[in-house]
């Protein structure tokens, strides 16, 4: 006869319903998989937001707070910089280097991207139409 109480397990039998917590991301992951998400969004021909899987740079544009543009001396367009996450990560879409950069508190990280969606082509034209 058992002398457990109800609801207690005795050692060695399956605990079945327990299971192990996950452990949960530091920021410094959250932050290196938020922006290698967009990288590969962007490499793939998606938007900054996966749920919304933007195919071209329109869509893309939807999801950006800021631009800061980067200009030759004549004021003609070179490059831009898109702030795509803000508040907590700071995360930039840098069509000068073809990276996404994340900033949050101490963390930085960066990941590579070819434009497949054309977002240098559409702020160029943005940026000439000003």
């Not at 919304?52 to 004549?74: C, L, N, P």
């Amino acid at each position: 006869m058992s002398t457990f109480k109800e609801g207690f397990i005795k050692h060695g039998q399956d605990h079945g319903y327990i299971k192990p917590k996950k452990k949960s991301e530091t920021c410094e992951e959250q932050l290196r998989r938020m922006c290698k998400n967009i990288a590969e969004n962007i490499t793939a021909g998606g938007g900054p937001d996966i749920t919304r899987g933007a195919k071209d740079a329109s869509s893309f544009m939807e999801d950006v707070y800021d631009i800061e543009w980067i200009t030759h001396q004549d004021h003609t367009y070179k490059a831009a910089r898109l702030l795509v996450a803000g508040g907590g990560p700071n995360i930039w879409v840098n069509l000068h280097t073809d990276t996404v950069d994340g900033y949050w508190w101490g963390d930085h990280c960066k990941h590579s991207f070819d434009d497949k969606i054309g977002l240098n082509d559409y702020l160029e034209e943005m940026h000439d139409c000003r």
